[in-house]
């Protein structure tokens, strides 16, 4: 397993973290280009979309990057809880002339149902594939491994490290609670411990003999140093590559981040569905009073999220969107992502010696 991460040949120890919404072929390709790896996430489109991705990006690198799929359970319809749900979030649309949606639909498929996404992979044989929020099946696995995909898979704890390595991925992905956007969690509504990454990796280290790659508030050098130094094999991150011109942040969540809503990530499940951490806006703050409700099935609930958002912004009202951040966002630096992948090598450099 760690020849087939050794062989991949990053000249930094780093992974950008495929954040749907922000990733996208050009900084995938640049994170690549200069020495570490680069990722796309498809969890949020079908193969054919997926298939245009990958190669997208394969026409702006002939390096390896990373293909990362959501492995969530099946949305289960609850017409009841979707009706209340709606008509919960009904004032904040009438706020902008817009009415809710008339239903909810679950807006993403997961790979674990998707055949489709499955044999574009196979054919297209990205160098690496990850997974998050859960596992696909044996079947799939081999069909990845066979093709020589190197295989990654997110664990928020040691028993969700166990099982990754019990199903036969090569690397582990430790999300420590610090990290921004969506909980990798398998199960959301299982007790979360929370653990922070400091713990998480020491915990994975002794329970799995997986490499790992450590992922929660690294924004710089002396983070990527310190969780090398823990034994992580490399970082993640993507909240540091949120504000490079290659990404698809708009100019609202560009601007949050710059602001003082960094200092203030949330966790929250009312956007999507399912937890996640993202800078303090008015979708946080709405969060903040759902009392004992809970939002419907992920990705269900995020078709309301979505529609809430874009009714908001038809008005000029840029803040419900998914502005997905880590507890670190405060050290977040606008600047090319190659040049942000030099700096981050130097930083490390320079502590490490």
Not at 85 to 96: D, I, K, T, V
Not at 100 to 109: E, F, G, K, Q
Not at 118 to 138: D, I, K, Q, R
Not at 312 to 327: I, L, P
Request: net charge negative; charged share 15%; with cysteine.
């Amino acid at each position: 397993m760690m020849d087939g991460f050794k062989a991949l040949g990053l000249a930094v120890p780093l992974v950008q973290a495929p954040m749907a919404g922000t990733s996208t072929p050009a900084l995938a390709a640049a994170v690549s280009n200069a020495g570490a790896l680069g990722s796309i996430a498809l969890g949020a489109v079908d193969a054919q979309a997926g298939r245009e991705m990958i190669e997208a990006t394969r026409a702006l690198t002939d390096r390896p990057f990373n293909v990362n799929l959501f492995t969530h359970r099946p949305a289960c319809p609850d017409p009841q809880r979707e009706t209340d749900w709606l008509a919960w979030l009904a004032p904040e649309f009438a706020r902008f002339g817009a009415g809710a949606p008339a239903s909810l639909r679950p807006i993403y498929r997961s790979f674990v149902e998707d055949e489709a996404m499955l044999a574009m992979l196979v054919e297209t044989a990205p160098a690496v594939v990850s997974f998050h929020f859960g596992l696909p099946g044996a079947v799939a696995i081999s069909a990845l491994k066979q093709r020589g995909c190197l295989l990654l898979a997110t664990a928020t704890s040691p028993a969700e490290a166990r099982a990754i390595e019990q199903a036969g991925i090569d690397i582990i992905v430790a999300q420590g609670i610090e990290a921004g956007g969506h909980r990798g969690m398998f199960d959301p509504g299982a007790p979360d411990a929370a653990l922070g990454l400091m713990a998480l990796i020491r915990l994975i280290l002794r329970e799995t003999s997986l490499p790992v790659i450590a992922a929660g508030g690294i924004m710089d050098g002396a983070g990527m140093a310190a969780v090398l130094d823990l034994g992580a094999v490399a970082a993640q991150m993507g909240t540091a590559f949120i504000d490079c011109p290659e990404s698809a942040a708009d100019a609202a969540y560009r601007a949050a981040l710059r602001g003082p809503a960094a200092t203030q990530t949330i966790m929250t499940d009312a956007i999507s569905g399912r937890p996640a951490r993202a800078l303090a806006n008015r979708f946080t703050a709405l969060a903040q009073t759902m009392g004992a409700r809970r939002p419907p099935d992920y990705p269900i609930a995020y078709d309301a999220g979505k529609a809430l958002h874009a009714a908001a912004k038809a008005s000029g009202v840029h803040g419900y969107g998914a502005q997905w951040a880590g507890q670190g966002a405060p050290l977040a630096r606008a600047m090319p992502a190659a040049d942000l992948v030099a700096v981050l090598a130097e930083e490390l450099r320079a502590v490490r010696g």
